[in-house]
């Protein structure tokens, strides 16, 4: 049940982009994108429902492709404080019942 | 407001030596997990319980029981700890269709 995230690893310069791709072999019902701190417990980001919608918050938004079992995470201009890794997290129904990708580690530069 | 409460924040067992993780959340939320995280392999569900009294297994529950008799508290037992449950505990909470509140996070060190 656990999705696949790709890339693994991605290194930015301050006022780059980058996107973080979470995809599953089941249908899914929902997506949550969460921020991890070394040391620190998951932040939540922004979940998405069934319906291909997309969400923005500040410069980070999401889409949700049902239909492909995928979701991708849009970081644009990104800023030092955007370094950690980067789960998916989703569920099958509308039950609360989450299953992580493994991760994405993202490192942003000065 | 505290959200959700984990304790111990350390803890070092011996093999075979039983052990119960304490969660609690103040937030009124029906849903509550439990996840371990290992280098390299994600966070990965043992138990969930979506309401007082009703508790389901995820995807690793095996060395591992959970009760829920009150919205409030979802402890996680270790029945008999081994050097494969090193790892750092996480208990989160929501409601549904809402993101989850994670606790610190609790270091376990079997050995």
């Known amino acids: 049940q656990q999705p696949v995230q790709s890339p693994q690893a991605v290194i930015l310069r301050e006022g780059e982009d980058a996107v973080i791709n979470c995809s599953s072999s089941k249908a899914l019902y929902s997506v949550h994108w969460y921020r991890q701190k070394h040391g620190e417990a998951p932040v939540f980001l922004m979940i998405?429902?069934?319906?291909?919608e997309q969400k923005g918050h500040d410069k980070i938004s999401a889409s949700f492709n049902e239909k492909k079992q995928q979701s991708s995470l849009y970081l644009t201009a990104s800023q030092l404080s955007y370094s950690g890794t980067y789960f998916c997290g989703t569920s099958p129904n509308t039950g609360n019942q989450f299953y992580f990708g493994t991760g994405t580690s993202l490192t942003v530069i000065p | 407001n505290a959200g959700v409460t984990q304790t111990p924040k350390f803890q070092v067992l011996k093999t075979g030596q039983s052990m119960t993780l304490q969660c609690a959340q103040d937030?009124?939320?029906?849903?509550m997990s439990w996840y371990r995280q290992d280098p390299g392999m994600g966070l990965r569900l043992i138990h969930y319980s979506v309401g007082a009294g009703i508790t389901d297994q995820g995807e690793v529950p095996n060395g591992y029981n959970v009760s829920r008799s009150t919205t409030e508290d979802f402890p996680l037992r270790l029945l008999s700890a081994a050097p494969s449950q090193t790892s750092v505990y996480f208990c989160?909470?929501?409601?549904?269709?809402?993101?989850?509140?994670f606790g610190s996070g609790t270091r376990l060190t079997v050995v």
């Open positions: 989160a909470s929501s409601y549904a269709g809402f993101g989850y509140t």
């Open positions: 937030m009124n939320h029906e849903y």
């Open positions: 998405l429902l069934k319906g291909g």
